[in-house]
């Protein structure tokens, strides 16, 4: 009934002379049914199923939060730190954008390492494709929350930037790019400003790839690799299962923004301090969600060692999940 009338009322553009405009319509609706109201799902889906989802809300949710912050956001040492100090105590609500921000990424990962782990258990030998694109997703994130970690040029902000840098110090020429200069100051935060505010695009694009190719061969399910018996459509059944744990997420999400509930999304205490390029922090580590990476490089005396063992697990995990 609903596309009947979108139908109808594409006709009555028509004949009124607004071709160019039914043309833009049309594919927008042929669109949407395509991916929606049409596209068909096994019935046998879990919450699992609605991690991806959850996800690119949450990416788009950072893009627009982050779009807010760059209208006070001073990309310069001394200023950077101070200028979101400022949107904290002197914009409407900027404390709510400020944490949304930066607590709205270990949301993101957070979803988004149960979405590689659902992936690599149910889908991924059969929806290389899928896998791929999201792979690059997950790469291009990182790379993100790199850049953004570095930006507010609090303490650890600072010198976890320094230390990552310094891996590459075997390519001098790449380093000093990077840098700017010798160390991570005004012209390193415009470089990473600029590839903080970019990349999302890019990897907006992998998500938008990521979600064609998903459609295109449809979800898996919780049976491996048995062919779904029974399939539904997409709308309205499933779409509402993911917008209850939508709800579900932005009430945790508000109650983190109130009440600090799970401890380890409200960052290290030290990036609440200024950079001291003069004052080394005790312990220097990243966020959790890039952890797991950093442990391989403390874990071989030589840095090359250390980025040839987290490729290697890389390259290992692949061939696992794959079977190549």
Not at 156 to 165: K, L
Request: hydrophobic letters at 50%.
């Amino acid at each position: 009934m609903t596309g009947m009338k979108c139908y109808i009322i594409l006709v009555i553009l028509d004949e009124l002379g607004y071709r160019a405009l039914t043309n833009k319509l049309t594919f927008a609706v042929n669109l949407v049914f395509a991916h929606l109201a049409t596209y068909v799902v096994p019935r046998n889906l879990t919450g699992l199923w609605n991690t991806g989802f959850i996800t690119g809300v949450l990416f788009v949710l950072q893009m627009v939060t982050g779009f807010l912050l760059t209208f006070n956001y001073v990309p310069y040492h001394g200023l950077a730190f101070e200028s979101l100090v400022k949107v904290l105590f002197d914009v409407n609500f900027g404390w709510a954008i400020r944490y949304l921000h930066a607590q709205g990424v270990s949301f993101i990962f957070m979803f988004l390492y149960i979405h590689v782990f659902k992936a690599m258990i149910y889908s991924v030998r059969y929806k290389m494709l899928s896998w791929l694109t999201g792979f690059l997703v997950y790469i291009l994130t990182m790379i993100v929350a790199f850049f953004g970690y570095t930006l507010p040029n609090g303490q650890m902000s600072y010198w976890g930037s320094t230390v990552i840098i310094n891996l590459f110090y075997y390519l001098e020429s790449f380093t000093r790019l990077i840098l700017g200069g010798y160390s991570v100051h005004t012209p390193t935060l415009q470089r990473f400003y600029i590839l903080h505010f970019v990349t999302p695009f890019i990897a907006l694009f992998f998500i938008i790839l990521h979600v064609y190719f998903l459609h295109k061969f449809s979800s898996s399910n919780p049976i491996l690799y048995s062919p779904p018996v029974i399939l539904m459509r997409f709308y309205p059944t499933l779409i509402l299962s993911d917008f209850k744990m939508l709800t579900m997420v932005f009430a945790l999400l508000t109650a983190q923004l109130g009440y600090g509930v799970i401890p380890l999304f409200q960052g290290d205490h030290e990036n609440s301090v200024m950079a001291d390029p003069l004052s080394t922090p005790l312990h220097i580590y990243p966020e959790w969600y890039l952890l797991f990476f950093y442990s391989m490089l403390k874990l071989c005396p030589n840095k090359i060692a250390g980025i040839m063992l987290m490729i290697y697990v890389v390259v290992v995990t692949y061939q696992l999940c794959t079977g190549y």
